[in-house]
T-cell receptor, first 113, second 113 residues
Framework: NAGVTQTPKFQVLKTGQSMTLQCAQDMNHEYMSWYRQDPGMGLRLIHYSVGAGITDQGEVPNGYNVSRSTTEDFPLRLLSAAPSQTSVYFC????????????FGEGSRLTVL | AQKITQTQPGMFVQEKEAVTLDCTYDTSDPSYGLFWYKQPSSGEMIFLIYQGSYDQQNATEGRYSLNFQKARKSANLVISASQLGDSAMYFCAMREANYQLIWGAGTKLIIKP
């Protein structure tokens, strides 16, 4: 029962470096999304996808890229890391059904120095 | 404008008492869903309960129930017989037809022994 798997769980970057947060799900969910969670705040949507080959921007997309070449994978790329991107990142998936529960990965804590 | 409002940043409740966590929402979409998630200090997001906008009855899941008042646009979470393990952050979220989930800022619940 893998569910949603995020890697890495922890990462420290220097300003200007790039990296990719990996997200994979084995539930054949059409919908996948990336959120960031900052202290004292709820989750904010970065990017989402309703199926392979389809992605769209959420509330806070700047500085991040995504792609969805397969149903299972939805990587999040930081092109040039900034201290403002220090956060906890969650990947989540659900069936393409607005009533569907969102299944979350365990989160990835990113620190940008 | 805030789409999801949780007015209680923090709450202290005596063990075994019932607790109500407030959530109000704003949408013009006739079809939407409301979710509650729990986030313990370990950081994972745990799904608690879901209410659809067309559901006639209030949702219940074990000790959790959702007091859904559509006309008032409120979806309060009620936890009966609180336990020490209920201490956590609680987030209300709304999903509209575009599948995006909008989150409240959360309520930190602390159960006192």
């Amino acid at each position: 029962n893998a569910g949603v798997t995020q890697t890495p769980k922890f990462q420290v970057l220097k300003t200007g470096q790039s990296m990719t947060l990996q997200c994979a799900q084995d539930m054949n969910h059409e919908y996948m999304s990336w959120y960031r969670q900052d202290p004292g705040m709820g989750l904010r949507l970065i990017h989402y996808s309703v199926g392979a080959g389809i992605t769209d921007q959420g509330e806070v997309p700047n500085g991040y890229n995504v792609s969805r070449s397969t149903t299972e994978d939805f990587p999040l790329r930081l092109l040039s890391a900034a201290p403002s991107q220090t956060s906890v990142y969650f990947c989540a998936s659900s069936p393409r059904d607005a009533t569907g529960e969102l299944f979350f990965g365990e989160g990835s804590r990113l620190t940008v120095l | 404008a805030q789409k999801i409002t949780q007015t209680q940043p923090g709450m202290f409740v005596q063990e075994k008492e019932a607790v109500t966590l407030d959530c109000t929402y704003d949408t013009s979409d006739p079809s939407y869903g409301l979710f509650w998630y729990k986030q313990p200090s370990s950081g994972e997001m745990i799904f608690l309960i879901y209410q659809g906008s067309y559901d006639q009855q209030n949702a219940t899941e074990g000790r959790y129930s959702l007091n859904f008042q559509k006309a008032r646009k409120s979806a309060n979470l009620v936890i009966s017989a609180s336990q020490l393990g209920d201490s956590a952050m609680y987030f209300c979220a709304m999903r509209e037809a575009n599948y995006q989930l909008i989150w409240g800022a959360g309520t930190k619940l602390i159960i006192k022994p």
